[in-house]
Structure formats: structure tokens, C-alpha cells
């Protein structure tokens, strides 16, 4: 919107200057503050979101527990994007998909789970079928 000489996108960007909340350019400016280098010319790239995506993959990676079937896809000899296809075409409610995200986290709340990541004292199978 800097640069253009159409009148009407001059009379949006002076409207958008005059705003102090939900401006369009400052939220722009910003967004790239938070994830661009300083001074990073953005032409020519595809943009912010590869590198919001990429960021948000990192924290995820970076969690004990959320987001194991990224470590996983790293360490296996997989193709990565038809392992994760079924997802985006599945066309899944939010319910299913809340119930097979985990499963394929490997976050359902076991006992494995409750010892070695949340570090809770758990029975032993063999203790509890002995009783």
C-alpha cells in the first residue's frame, strides 16, 4: 500500500493511518517485528507464514510432551507431507480430531506417561495384577 498511486488504496492507507486500533499497517509492521530479522528485505519470499509455521514447529519440538510426531517424522525415513495428508483431507470433526491428534502425539495419559514425563509415582502392572 506504500508505494501504490491508485488514489482509492492512498485514501484506505490515509484511513488506516488514522486508526489507533485494528490498523492494518501497524498489525503488518508488527507481525513483522516479531518475526522477520531487522532490516530482512521481505521481496521475493513467500512471506511471513513459512516462517510462523516453522517457529511454531520449533516450540512444538522443543516440549517433552506435544509434538512427538515431529521428532518422530525426523527420525524415520518418511515422506513427511502424505504422513500428515490425512489430516487436511480427512475433513475430521474437531472432536475426532481431538481424540487422534494425541494418539499420534503420543500423549494419551498412561502410565508411561505419568512416570517418565509427569515423574508421578505409579504402580507397577505386575504389582497391580498380584493383587
Not at 486508526?19 to 507481525?31: D, F, L, P, R
Request: hydrophobic fraction near 35%; charged fraction near 30%.
Amino acid at each position: 500500500m506504500n508505494n501504490s498511486k491508485d488514489k482509492y488504496v492512498t485514501l484506505v492507507k490515509h484511513y488506516d493511518d488514522q486508526q489507533q486500533k485494528y490498523s492494518i499497517t501497524k498489525e503488518n509492521a508488527a507481525i513483522k517485528e516479531k518475526y522477520l530479522l531487522a532490516g530482512q528485505d521481505n521481496e521475493g519470499n513467500k512471506g511471513v507464514k513459512p516462517i510462523i509455521e516453522n517457529k511454531r514447529i520449533d516450540e512444538l519440538r522443543s516440549k517433552p510432551l506435544h509434538g512427538q510426531v515431529f521428532k518422530q517424522l525426523e527420525k524415520l525415513v518418511v515422506n513427511k507431507n502424505a504422513s500428515i495428508a490425512w489430516l487436511k483431507s480427512a475433513s475430521l470433526k474437531g472432536e475426532t480430531e481431538n481424540l487422534i491428534i494425541p494418539a499420534q502425539d503420543q500423549a494419551l495419559n498412561t502410565r508411561y506417561l505419568q512416570k517418565n514425563i509427569f515423574k508421578q509415582k505409579v504402580e507397577c502392572v505386575e504389582r497391580l495384577r498380584n493383587m
